[in-house]
């Protein structure tokens, strides 16, 4: 009987424990969007990265194209529409491993060339930033159309390991998988002018259009 007992008083435990368990779990569901939005925006990412010194970032959303520059925790983040992307870098100790730009519209080709050298300023600071020998870096940095602040550096290793170690491999596979989402972005955006020139050409071809009130391309 004992044994019964216990049995029985085994199983009403462990009943409570589930139903308990159950209910605990139950607003954390139902509040899963806002949990995953960036603490003061309403941006919610579909993936995100904090870099290791944890003074920069990237987050983005596929599905309304934008992105999201984390800063420090005192600073602000930048939300942006894609179309705002100039370019990626991909870096690895100051050189370049892999790069994408943005093939138009022709204004932004222009702040490209203006800004060019001081990107590549700003990359090349990065081989002489640390004073250890062995010191392995890899930095993914975002170009952005912004006079003011063009450039965003995310930071996905800066310590001394060996290149070709397992935690050098994972931080570039991290960062090459970033460079990657941006250069899908990038592709994207370039596609805009195209179609705002494509809808320009379609409105002008109707004969009861007011040219007046055809809106010229950003």
């Known amino acids: 009987m004992d044994f019964v007992l216990m049995f029985i008083v085994l199983v009403v435990y462990l009943a409570l424990g589930a139903i308990m368990l159950t209910l605990s779990l139950s607003p954390k569901t139902k509040n899963k969007k806002e949990e995953t939005r960036i603490q003061g925006t309403s941006f ?71 800004m060019h050298p001081n990107a590549e300023r700003l990359i090349k600071s990065w081989q002489t ?20 602040e063009p450039f965003h550096a995310v930071n996905f290793l800066n310590m001394e390991t060996k290149e070709g170690g397992i935690l050098f491999e994972k931080s570039l596979d991290t960062a090459t998988h970033w460079h990657k989402v941006l250069k899908g972005l990038i592709h994207q955006a370039d596609q805009f002018p195209c179609l705002q020139m494509e809808s320009d050409h379609n409105d002008s071809e109707q004969p009861t259009k007011n040219p007046a009130l055809t809106s010229a391309a950003p």
Not at 59 to 87: F, M
Not at 93 to 99: I, R
């Open 44 to 114: 919610v990412p579909s993936q995100m990265f904090m870099s290791t010194d944890g003074h920069g970032g990237i987050a983005v959303n596929e599905h309304n194209l934008n992105i999201c520059l984390l800063q420090t925790p005192t600073v602000p983040p930048r939300l942006l529409h894609i179309s705002n992307l100039v370019g990626s870098f991909l870096v690895k100790n100051g050189a370049v491993l892999n790069e994408t730009l943005r093939t138009a519209p022709k204004s932004l080709i222009s702040f490209q060339e203006l």
């Open 129 to 148: 930033s640390s004073s250890q020998k062995d010191n392995q870096r890899i930095d993914l940095m975002v170009w952005i159309h912004d006079e003011d």
